[in-house]
């Protein structure tokens, strides 16, 4: 049987085994799909015994993704432009193939789920941690009006904007001088999990504005209860984690499986 796993440090916690294994059943396609756990300084040792055994394809999650990226004989442009590998696929010659399938996940549930547009928009990402990074390049393809990058730590805000000058028209700032009036607003920033928000001024939340946390849980994160008392319509980043593995699947199996019957069985679970 075609053997999956992902790999992390912690692994525990991953709903990627369940959610693969849905994906499956779903698509009738017979495979195995383990949880790996690598100590920090193992992703090559760990990845090297189960590619040797004859593994087909694995999934990265924190800290490994940088290792991950390293590690890939190939890398697709998204993957290049994110810096980091979420997902190593074997090829038909027997190299790997490295893939960072968190933009499209997330470009997926926003677009297809959601059924927000991003097309035409005003964009406003916050934070520019590896979470923007990888998500810059599918946004960017989806041609919204405009892209502001806004980051507590301004100068690693206007660095992002600088590297991806080349695919679109990019503006950033602090958090503190960001304009006015923004569609729809991605909350990339690692502030949710410390239970706090970007302190940002409630006149970025424009008429009809859409807000999307990276993060998610059992309840709405601090920065969408924020939103929501604005008038945002509001989404967490749980069907961005089913839309990165659907993604995933695809590239392995070349068939795409449906994200909502998944999501709604999280959703059920997380309450
Ligand atoms: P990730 O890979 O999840 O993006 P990261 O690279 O550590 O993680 O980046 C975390 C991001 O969240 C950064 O943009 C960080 O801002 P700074 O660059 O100023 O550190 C942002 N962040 C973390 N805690 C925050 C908070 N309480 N308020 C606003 N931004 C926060």
Redesign the pocket.
């Known amino acids: 049987m075609d053997r999956y796993a992902v790999i992390g440090n912690p692994i525990k916690q991953s709903m990627s085994p369940e959610i693969h294994t849905a994906f499956a059943q779903e698509t009738h396609q017979d495979l195995e799909y383990d949880k790996l756990f690598a100590e920090v300084d193992g992703f090559k040792a760990a990845a090297d015994e189960f590619f040797s055994a004859g593994a087909k394809g694995l999934n990265i999650t924190a800290p490994f993704k940088l290792d991950a990226f390293d590690y890939a004989d190939e890398l697709t442009e998204r993957a290049r432009t994110a810096g980091a590998v979420n997902t190593l696929a074997l090829q038909q010659d027997g190299s790997l193939l490295g893939d960072n399938t968190d933009g499209p996940g997330l470009v997926s549930d926003i677009r297809n789920h959601l059924g927000w547009s991003i097309k035409g928009k005003k964009l406003l990402v916050l ?6 990074r990888g998500t810059l390049l599918p946004l960017l393809h989806e041609q919204p009006a405009r892209l502001h990058i806004a ?3 301004a100068s ?1 805000a206007l660095q992002l904007a600088q590297d991806f000058s080349a695919y679109g028209s990019l503006s950033a700032s602090g ?1 503190e001088d960001i304009p006015a009036g923004f569609d729809l607003i991605i909350n ?4 949710g999990l ?1 239970g ?1 928000r ?2 940002i001024a409630a006149t970025v939340v424009g008429a009809g504005c859409c807000a999307y946390d990276m993060v998610y849980g059992a309840e709405p994160t601090p920065f969408m209860r924020w939103a929501s008392a604005l008038g945002a319509e509001t989404a967490d980043g749980l069907g961005m984690l089913v839309g990165q593995a659907a993604e995933a699947f695809y590239l392995w199996r070349g068939v795409r499986p449906q994200v909502a019957p998944v999501l709604a069985m999280l959703r059920a679970r997380l309450r």
């Open positions: 934070g520019a941690g590896g979470a923007t980051n507590r730590t690693k958090l990339a920033s690692a502030a410390s706090e970007p302190q």
